[in-house]
């Protein structure tokens, strides 16, 4: 049973335009959500998270929104750049002190120049 | 400062053969993860260290898998005998104790057998 799901698989999008990742999840337990960025041949790098207590967080050119009544969550780059091409993977924890991470199956994105 | 290392970046080995992975997490961290990630699929919690303590292994297949963080520092991620489904890409992660979600990911091993 998938708890954490990406169901695109990929995403490609011209330089400078709008990127949005999706993510949905189905335990109402979680009460953490990150993004990881992931280049070939290299392990994750975290990206930006967002607690289940608030509905955005923002850094840079990445926002998160989190929409708890829908468990959903999705990631935009604004402006995307060819370097943010890489797959993304959404991840969950799974609340309390375990720390554990759930994790989706990750949506590779294509920024095309 | 450092990232997480490990080593080997890749591996190819025969079935039934063992294999180890090692990995030394960023300074100061104590929670210590080792994932595996298959083909298309994230990566998939296998043990997570607590200092020395394995704090949660349920998801490793202990027939064959083993792991040791003796010193509370590095750690040792054995397969003995090795299967073909065991190929993947064995991740090793750190994050300070119960402070942070934010785990830090090593460049992982591909394990391939053959």
């Known amino acids: 049973d998938q708890q954490v799901k990406q169901n695109s698989p990929s995403l490609s999008v011209q330089e400078g335009r709008i990127s949005i990742l999706n993510c949905d999840y189905t335990?109402?337990?979680?009460?953490?959500f990150l993004w990881y960025k992931k280049y070939p041949a290299e392990g994750p790098t975290f990206l930006i998270s967002?607690?289940?207590?608030?509905d955005k967080n923002e850094d840079g050119r990445f926002t998160v929104f989190l929409n708890k009544s829908a468990k959903h969550l999705s990631l935009h780059i604004v402006p995307s750049q060819p370097g943010d091409s890489a797959v993304y993977f959404c991840a969950a924890r799974d609340g309390g002190a375990t720390n554990k991470l759930i994790f989706g199956t990750g949506t590779l994105l294509a920024v095309q120049p | 400062e450092a990232g997480v290392v490990q080593s080997p970046r890749y591996k190819i080995i025969e079935k039934k053969q063992p294999v180890a992975f090692w990995c030394n997490p960023i300074?100061?961290?104590?929670?210590l993860y080792w994932y595996r990630q298959n083909l298309g699929q994230g990566p998939e919690l296998l043990i997570r260290?607590?200092?020395?303590?394995?704090?949660?292994d349920s998801q490793l297949p202990k027939d064959r898998f083993s792991a040791e963080r003796l010193k509370g520092v590095d750690s040792t991620l054995k397969i003995q005998p090795a299967e073909l489904g065991d190929s993947a890409v064995y991740l090793c992660a750190s994050s300070f104790q119960g402070t942070s979600s934010t785990q830090y990911f090593g460049p992982g091993t591909r394990l391939t057998v053959l």
């Open positions: 967002i607690s289940s207590i608030k």
């Open positions: 335990n109402s337990m979680f009460d953490y």
């Open positions: 300074s100061g961290h104590n929670t």
């Open positions: 260290y607590e200092n020395e303590e394995a704090v949660d």
